[in-house]
């Protein structure tokens, strides 16, 4: 966990004055975007992405497709229907580069791809890239018939040397660290000569639901995938290859991206409403209605979206995150302003995530005057009356959003380096100080 002396910029957070009563519409999903882009680009024609997220993530995921000869045409929808992205398969060829910055599904799910493109493709990425773990991808690539070159590193950077199919079969992999190790071999199955059958030894397998969702988005494009949720072997997911469909999706709001707004509500003893929440979805940021309800507010889906209401009380929370590890910041923040302490648990990997996600929330929640203790897996949270100060972020989205809900109780908190939010909300600040005026996106 280093400090990026070039990010010295600071962004007030702003105080709340009062409780938020705003509507928020929150734009697509970051992780439903980038596995709509890849089955788009993998399957047998052409395909549609509505109301794409446009975020860092995004575009590098994007920029990767193309630059291994996917057709992606950007453009926009008739009467407000937002961006339509229309995604055109064709062979993939190297050599071609690709940048992953520090996206967790851009460096997991293209070396699949690559491994099918015709050449050599370089992976190189943000210097965090280089510490997060892909071991899980590279060797159940090389036991699957594929060749890369990563120096012995078990990391980025590489280069895979893509011979234009891959043998697939049966792979055994620990993915306790990232469940997108899964995730990417299953997203490319179809289309190895005999499938995938992925099997997870390790003990714990964190962010089910994005599993899940790489289940269900498969299904959806004509995949055949047997799992252990639909009845199969505990740990075995099986694709069978073939043909992927081109469609027409809708992408979902992130509602991981919801949750600084619902938190405000929360902090404030205000209103929120997020319109388009879906009525079902394996989106882990689902989960925020319960959490969020035991914490101390209230919500209904009614036709106008999710209706979130704080109390004005804030309890903490016992809780495993480990299905909904990317809330935890979130969860942190609002935990460090309750009437009683927290404990948060099943989330040791998110030491690997954009930062050390443990460390970072000790050191910056403590240095406003908090108290918190890591735990072998977890945070325990202890609140106290917090003061002003700079709160560093390690170009981590979820840290400067997690320090702006701080900033909504907190007189003087600064965040350093706000922009890093682009890696999946591009206008967060924009969008926080309009809704505390009451214009957030409405
Ligand atoms: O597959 C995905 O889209 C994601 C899976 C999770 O990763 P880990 O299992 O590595 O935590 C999550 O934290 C990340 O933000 C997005
Ligand atoms: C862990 C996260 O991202 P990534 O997709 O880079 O793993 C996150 O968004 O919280």
Known sequence: MTENPAHTTLWPAPHASGATDTTVHVPGSKSVTNRALVLAALAAEPGWIRRPLRSRDTLLMAGALRALGVGIEEGVGPDGSGEVWRVIPSGLAGPATVDVGNAGTVMRFLPPVATLADGDIRFDGDPRSYERPLHGVIDALRALGARIDDQGRGALPLTVHGGGALDGGTVEIDASSSSQFVSALLLSGPRFNQGVEVRHTGERLPSMPHIRMTVDMLRAVGVQVDEPETGGEPNVWRVTPGALLGRDLVIEPDLSNAQPFLAAALVTGGRVVIPDWPAHTTQPGDALR?????????CELTEQGLVFTGSGQIHGI????????????GIAAVAALADSPSTLRGVAHLRLHETDRLAALTKEINELGGDVTETA???HIRPRRLHGGIFHTYDDHRMATAGAVLGLAVDGVQIENVATTAK??????????GMLTGAAGA
């Not at 319960?290 to 209230?298: L, Y």
């Not at 999946?424 to 100080?433: C, I, R, S, V």
């Open 424 to 433: 999946t909300l591009p206008d967060f600040p924009a969008m926080w100080t």
């Open 377 to 379: 897996d977890g945070l």
């Open 318 to 329: 016992d809780i495993d995150l480990g299905e909904v590890g990317e809330l935890t910041p």
């Open 290 to 298: 319960e959490i969020f309800t035991e914490m101390g507010g209230s």
